[in-house]
């Protein structure tokens, strides 16, 4: 059974107009509107503030006069539902706020993070789960969600990949416009429904050393080429609004950039939507020594297409003064206003009642879904001698680790909302799924960062009287997300010690890591004889890792980020180019040489093996699948049509499993030189013991179109390798001719 198809779109010609269709009678009642209003309120609806922590007397007073247009992270259920009965019933034009909040990996009931998420590859899944995120914020009135985020993230030191889908620019498009629907729902006029913003708008995933907030230094080529298509594909998929980013892009400040914003986005893309600034991004154009000043800043915001400034009040303190001074216009302000007045008449915020204050709560059927998709984003890295799965009858085990029982660790970062009594960790899962007798205790170290050992004594005894070991290992919640860099990626603290120690008593031993981001581990993957990577997994991560432990559920997570070995690999990514000295299979390992006869000049290390610690699309299970018979139905491409690639995939173990199948494409020559495999579509399939499945990819001319020197986006003729594989790093290979 084929459960999720990875469709293969691309965007050859302008896409259809993003940002919602444009609806006639909204329009009329947009200009209707905006024509009452003062240029006092229109600077109010491009106003978006955070002061809304209680809603006080001066709040409901400066509702009343049309000072804010949304608020965000603001007030309880209650407060929100009251400042909506001020906006529309005394306000004097009657314009609805609109309430905006982090809803990133879940609401009330917390998934994967999103880097979690993507290693499904289900976006069908991640679908429902953007869909129960809705469902629960706007039961507490929020109907605008700051996500989903589709930064391209190929440095793990950044520490909001774990808010990124990953890598891959094709994959974290399926993986936006999913987000986009399951927000969105069959129409934003539901009030289920909340809008979705795609962000941080652009280039922020690419800041420098991964330090946060950094500049981002992209030539236009790889921008259109990697850091704009997921961008593109959740605007496709209806996306009614997007965040600037933070930082400069090749200097220019993406909040005040025009070539982003004007040309890319409403030029060439066509979006209607409503663009926001991240939080103060407009005044930070000052620091960044762009702006010279904060009325200077609203100038380059407005000019640039910024609708709504969020938090900084550059936009209320100088907009007038600019008009006035003719530094802006009249018809930018309006058409600001438009696209902010058109969000919220398409969402109903006009003509719905205002729904009853209400308190969203995790449901059988939340945590059910939950506990699938951590369940799917687990990836297992290694099974030596076939640890894994542990049989039932395994009479004790060893729970061991800060992470095992740490319920705040298990939702990660960018959770509001999210509670950690809800949360089910594996501790608790093992408990109930062993009984209290068979599970013995011990964290060995109070968080991931101690380096305080008085706790190993009580781990080692744990593990002496126990038959399997289970480690509970990786990063505490508040090491990744906004802010949060790292420069060294391994396991923080005593941890390694821990291992170490318990490692030294020969016990069968499983480490589960639980992180935000990529980590170096080579050494405790050495000692151990099981890795289940299991990142961040959520409010019902603890269950879906005790099945996946003892196999009522089989791994079938893969990679949507690149392991390096160490960090002096960074960055280290699948889709790089050849080069003209590509190192070979050869040169494995760490050749040297000798003086007389130095190793090859090749593009390596001479300290470490210039391959990943585990490749993007990598992932095991436990059972084994063979790919066979590729084939092709035809050696040529004609431009206009499609190809067909299969392969047969056959379950050769004893398990039923679910395995992703992944094409990739690599154009032999071109006139620019491009990656030495791309992703271009993937299939997660079901497959009993001993059956096959053919799984089918068609490919058209638009599909491996890419930019050439003239920023032309093309598919050019000639030969193309292909893959039909189960990671990055391996597959069968075929090719075809483009006509
Ligand atoms: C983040 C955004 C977020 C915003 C509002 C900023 O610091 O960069 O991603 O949506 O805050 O909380």
Redesign the pocket.
């Known amino acids: 059974m084929i459960r999720s198809a990875g469709i293969l779109t691309f965007f050859l010609c302008a896409i259809r107009l993003s940002g919602g269709p444009r609806d006639g009678s909204i329009e009329q009642r947009v200009d209707a509107l905006l024509a009452r209003m003062t240029l006092d309120e229109k600077i109010g609806q491009m106003s978006q503030s955070t002061a809304m922590n209680t809603l006080t007397d001066s709040i409901k007073q400066e509702i009343r006069q049309g000072r804010w247009g949304s608020f ?2 603001a007030g309880s259920p209650a407060d929100r539902a009251e400042a909506q009965r001020i906006a529309r019933h005394e306000s004097r034009l009657g314009i609805p706020l609109i309430f905006g909040r ?1 809803v990133i990996h879940g609401y009330r009931t917390i998934f994967p993070i999103p880097l979690g998420q993507a290693a499904s590859w289900d976006p069908a899944l991640i679908e429902r789960a953007a869909r129960t995120a809705a469902t629960e914020a706007s039961t507490e009135g929020i109907r605008w969600a ?1 996500a989903p ?1 589709v930064d391209i993230a190929r440095d793990p030191r950044w520490g909001r990949i774990a808010e990124s889908p990953g890598e891959d620019p094709y994959l974290a498009g399926v993986f936006g416009a999913a987000i986009v629907r399951g927000f969105q729902g069959r129409s934003l006029l539901d009030n289920s429904s909340v809008a979705a913003c795609v ?2 708008f652009a280039g922020y995933g690419a800041a420098e050393a991964g330090r946060d907030y950094n500049s981002a230094w992209i030539p236009e080529i790889l921008l259109r080429d990697v850091y704009l298509p997921p961008f593109q594909a959740s605007l496709a998929a209806g996306a009614a609004t997007l ?1 600037t980013a ?1 930082n400069t892009l090749n200097g220019v400040p993406a909040t005040g950039n025009p070539f982003l914003l004007r040309t890319i986005l409403r030029g060439e893309w066509k979006f209607q939507g409503t663009v926001v600034s ?2 103060e991004a407009v005044t930070e154009m000052v620091p960044h020594g762009y702006a010279a000043d904060n009325r200077d800043a609203a100038r380059e915001a407005l000019s640039a297409g910024v609708d709504m400034e ?1 938090v900084s009040a550059a936009y209320h303190d100088y907009l007038k003064s600019l008009l006035a001074a003719g530094q802006v216009t009249l018809p930018q302000i309006d058409d600001a206003v438009r696209n902010i007045l058109r969000l919220k008449f398409r969402l109903g915020l006009f003509d719905q009642k205002i729904p009853a204050p209400a308190q969203a709560s995790v449901t059988p059927q939340s945590r059910a879904l939950a506990q699938q998709l951590a369940t799917e984003s687990a990836v297992l890295l290694k099974n030596a001698g076939n640890l894994l799965p542990l049989s039932a009858s395994v009479h004790s085990v060893a729970v061991i680790g800060p992470l095992a029982n740490s319920p705040i660790d298990q939702m990660g970062t960018w959770v509001m909302d999210g509670r950690p009594e809800d949360v089910q960790t594996p501790l608790a899962a093992l408990r109930r799924m062993l009984g209290e007798a068979r599970v013995r205790y011990a964290p060995g170290l109070k968080n991931s960062r101690s380096v305080d050992r008085s706790g190993f004594a009580a781990a080692l005894d744990a593990a002496r009287a126990a038959d399997v070991v289970l480690l509970f290992l990786g990063e505490e919640q508040i090491l990744s997300g ?1 802010a949060r860099s790292r420069a060294f990626l391994n396991l923080p603290g005593a941890q390694t010690q821990l291992v170490d120690e318990i490692a030294a008593l020969k016990k069968p031993t499983v480490a589960i890591i639980q992180a935000g981001r990529p980590l170096t581990f080579d050494r405790t993957a050495s000692q151990v004889g099981a890795v289940l990577w299991a990142w961040h997994p959520g409010t019902m991560g603890g269950p879906a890792i005790a099945d996946l432990l003892f196999g009522r559920a089989v791994p079938s997570g893969k990679l949507t980020v690149t392991f390096p070995r160490t960090v002096g690999q960074v960055p280290i990514y699948y889709a790089h180019l050849n080069t003209g000295r590509p190192a070979s299979a050869a040169e494995l390992g760490i050749p040297m040489g000798t003086p007389a006869e130095p190793a090859g000049y090749t593009s390596k290390y001479i300290d470490v093996d210039f391959t990943p610690e585990y490749p993007f699309g990598f992932g095991l299970s436990y059972t084994t699948f063979e790919y066979s018979n590729l084939r092709l139905n035809h050696p040529e491409l004609p431009t206009g049509g499609a190809i067909s690639l299969s392969a047969d995939i056959r379950n050769t173990g004893s398990r039923a499993a679910d395995e992703v199948v992944q094409l990739y494409v690599h154009p032999v020559t071109a006139s620019v030189a491009q990656p030495v495999r791309l992703l271009k579509g993937f299939r997660r399939i079901s497959l009993h013991p001993g059956e096959t499945q053919t799984v089918t990819f068609n490919v058209t001319a638009a599909d491996l179109a890419y930019h050439d020197q003239q920023m032309h986006l093309v598919a050019e003729p000639g030969r193309y390798q292909v893959w039909i594989a189960p990671d990055s790093a391996r597959g069968l290979e075929g090719a075809f001719t483009l006509r």
Do not use: C, I, R
């Open positions: 965000l992270n982090d700051f985020m962000k941080h965040m933070f991240d939080y969020m906004e």
